[in-house]
């Protein structure tokens, strides 16, 4: 009886930790949905990223333990591939290893190469 019991509250707890527990998603970068969320003036932030580059590695690790934090729910997360993307990376006008905060259908936050949690939650504080 205690397995059934246990192994019921497991479920519960899974099922609550689904999807709605996520603050928010990683996606790929896509020009339209992005400018969408963008000019629906709702919090964004793009992240330009390389694979080979150990900035980007750092910030995708914070950015992962971040995405589930209920204090970030409802931010767009874009991620642009720095190697396969080059038109987004030249419009955006930037280094690989930067985070861009939007809010209200305008930029507002901009950070290249910080590597600290400090330097990773400000840009999407700024988005909010």
């Known amino acids: 009886m205690m397995d059934r019991r246990f192994f019921l509250a497991l479920l519960g707890a899974t099922a609550l930790a689904g999807p709605d527990a996520r603050a928010f998603e990683i996606r790929a970068y896509d020009k339209g949905p992005a400018q969408a969320a963008i000019a629906a003036g709702g919090p964004v932030v793009v992240h330009v990223y390389a694979s080979w580059c150990l900035q980007c590695h750092i910030q995708e690790s914070i950015l992962d333990k971040l995405k589930t934090d209920p204090a970030y729910r409802g931010i767009a997360l874009y991620r642009v591939d720095y190697d396969g993307?080059?038109?987004?990376?030249?419009?955006?006008?930037?280094?690989?290893?930067?985070l861009i905060a939007y809010r209200g259908g305008k930029e507002v936050a901009r950070m290249s190469w910080g590597v600290s949690d400090d330097a990773v939650t400000g840009v999407l504080k700024a988005a909010l």
Do not use: F, G, M
Not at 85 to 98: H, M, Y
């Open 85 to 98: 993307q080059k038109d987004a990376v030249k419009a955006l006008n930037c280094p690989r290893s930067t």
